[in-house]
């Protein structure tokens, strides 16, 4: 099992998690903002070169991302850090502690949205719309063509 340094001690990710979103307004706080929050000192340095590089990397990607994306900025967020620490092992779901599980936490159909996936569902969508265009212009031909067969 891979040990990671945070710098919260004996509290649990989940009772921090409810402290940090009862000083957001209630508002849910995404993957980055809760990591950072997890992994850095009092004095605002990072706990290791890794937390650091991890952060840096998950910012730059999302504020990349944050234009182009249909997801909404906590689902990006955790889209990305998925993406930037790889995948969790089987059964887990990274920043929740031991006892919850991928299905008690997402449900029993869930899927990671890549960007390759939302790049090829715009690449779809754009296609649809051009055939819907082609249909419409062969519509008004047939329609044309077959006036001018019954004067």
């Known amino acids: ?56 990397k998950a910012k730059e990607m999302h504020t990349e991302r944050l234009a182009t994306s249909s997801l909404d900025a906590i689902s990006l967020q955790q889209a990305v850090m998925s993406e930037v620490r790889g995948k969790e092992a089987y059964g887990r779901v990274r920043g929740l502690g031991l006892g919850p599980t991928p299905t008690k936490v997402f449900g029993t159909h869930t899927f990671a949205s890549t960007a390759a996936q939302n790049q090829e569902v715009i690449e779809l969508k754009g296609q649809v719309i051009e055939l819907t265009e082609q249909v419409a212009s062969l519509a008004a031909l047939v329609r044309q063509l077959t006036a001018n067969m019954n004067p």
Do not use: P, W
């Not at 979103?21 to 992994?39: C, P, R, S, W």
């Open 1 to 56: 099992m891979q040990k990671i340094t945070h710098t919260i001690g004996s509290t649990s990710f989940a009772i921090l998690r409810d402290e940090m979103e009862e000083k957001n307004g209630g508002e849910l706080v995404g993957e980055i903002d809760f990591y950072m929050a997890t992994h850095l000192n009092k004095d605002g340095k990072y706990v290791d070169e890794e937390a650091e590089s991890t952060v840096k």
